[in-house]
């Protein structure tokens, strides 16, 4: 148990501290950020993705997904076009900055504590969700990411596996990419009617092309009574041109409570 987690007054003050020693490093560390914006595409598109604006979750307001939408359009136009050169590095917080409402961010669905809230810049992890996603098919190298500690929703209308989203919160905790390759990439974001649309695009083609999968799904009810939620994710590297499969790569093992009706509770 950390200092914070007995003494609760404390979780404050270390937000503050640790925010701090963030912004520092943005500017001492000598990292070179992700900034480049040019006005046309990298001519390669190396992986696309696509996810619903509105889900069906129970308990849930419609209204925080409906504003949800407007949180996404403001962050998706800032990660938009960036390219991420040789040696760069590409941090979601910096791009894309406060979600506050000096800059125009509404009151959205957001987490906390695995129960879904109205927050002020509510829905912009779904941005962070399709990034990581994005950044999996790629060999860009993830320095940093967080998970949600719980498991809110069951999988109606779910794309992506479970275990590959991302907790963002402004400046405290990070999407981050290292980019260790001689390629370019490039992010392209944008809100449609009914999606969230995300590209990555390069300035060459890759030799190799990457899928991502879930695998060892289970639930299982501990001696506390809740029941967890875990999974393995596994990325394939196959030859882009033979498909022979290169390599295996387990990425992470996820476990998280489960906060709606799992299958267990069902049987």
Same mark, same amino acid.
């Given at each position: 148990?950390?200092?914070?987690?007995?003494?609760?007054?404390?979780?404050? /003050?270390?937000?503050?501290?640790?925010?701090?020693?963030?912004?520092? *490093?943005?500017? $001492?560390?000598?990292?070179?950020?992700?900034?480049? *914006?040019?006005? #046309?595409?990298?001519? !390669?598109?190396?992986?696309?993705?696509?996810?619903?604006?509105?889900?069906?979750?129970?308990?849930?307001?419609?209204? %925080?997904?409906?504003?949800?939408?407007? &949180?996404?359009?403001?962050?998706?136009?800032?990660?938009?076009?960036?390219?991420?050169?040789? #040696?760069?590095?590409?941090?979601?917080?910096?791009?894309? #900055?406060?979600?506050?409402?000096?800059?125009?961010?509404?009151?959205?669905? *957001?987490?906390?504590?695995?129960?879904?809230?109205?927050? !002020?810049?509510?829905?912009?992890?779904?941005?962070? &969700?399709?990034?990581?996603?994005?950044?999996?098919?790629?060999?860009?190298?993830?320095?940093?990411?967080?998970?949600?500690?719980?498991?809110?929703?069951?999988?109606?209308?779910?794309?992506?596996?479970?275990?590959?989203?991302?907790?963002?919160?402004?400046?405290?905790?990070?999407?981050? /990419?290292?980019?260790?390759?001689? $390629?370019?990439?490039? %992010?392209? $974001?944008?809100?449609?009617?009914?999606?969230?649309?995300?590209? %990555?695009?390069?300035?060459?083609?890759?030799?190799?092309?990457? +899928? !991502?999968?879930?695998?060892?799904?289970?639930?299982?009810?501990?001696?506390? #009574?809740?029941? =967890? =939620?875990?999974?393995?994710?596994?990325?394939?590297?196959?030859?882009?041109? $033979?498909?022979? /499969?290169?390599?295996?790569?387990?990425?992470?093992? &996820?476990?998280?409570?489960?906060?709606?009706? +799992?299958? %267990?509770?069902?049987?």
């Amino acid at each position: 148990m950390t200092p914070s987690q007995r003494h609760p007054w404390l979780k404050p /003050v270390a937000v503050l501290a640790h925010r701090g020693r963030r912004r520092v *490093r943005w500017l $001492t560390s000598g990292t070179a950020w992700a900034s480049y *914006r040019p006005v #046309g595409d990298l001519p !390669v598109r190396v992986h696309r993705h696509a996810s619903p604006l509105l889900r069906q979750l129970e308990g849930v307001d419609l209204a %925080l997904q409906h504003n949800k939408v407007v &949180n996404l359009r403001l962050a998706s136009a800032r990660t938009d076009r960036l390219v991420i050169r040789p #040696g760069e590095t590409f941090s979601f917080n910096k791009v894309v #900055g406060s979600c506050s409402r000096r800059r125009g961010y509404i009151e959205g669905l *957001r987490l906390s504590d695995g129960t879904a809230v109205p927050g !002020v810049g509510g829905g912009v992890c779904q941005l962070a &969700n399709l990034l990581h996603w994005m950044f999996l098919h790629s060999p860009l190298t993830v320095v940093e990411r967080s998970e949600h500690s719980f498991d809110p929703f069951p999988d109606n209308g779910r794309v992506l596996p479970w275990g590959v989203g991302c907790t963002i919160v402004y400046n405290y905790v990070d999407l981050v /990419v290292r980019n260790d390759t001689a $390629t370019a990439f490039q %992010l392209r $974001t944008w809100v449609g009617d009914r999606h969230l649309h995300g590209e %990555l695009r390069a300035d060459r083609v890759l030799p190799v092309r990457y +899928s !991502v999968e879930a695998r060892e799904e289970r639930f299982e009810q501990g001696a506390d #009574g809740l029941v =967890r =939620r875990t999974n393995e994710i596994w990325r394939t590297v196959h030859d882009r041109r $033979t498909g022979v /499969v290169l390599a295996e790569e387990l990425v992470r093992r &996820n476990r998280a409570v489960v906060r709606y009706a +799992s299958p %267990l509770a069902e049987t």
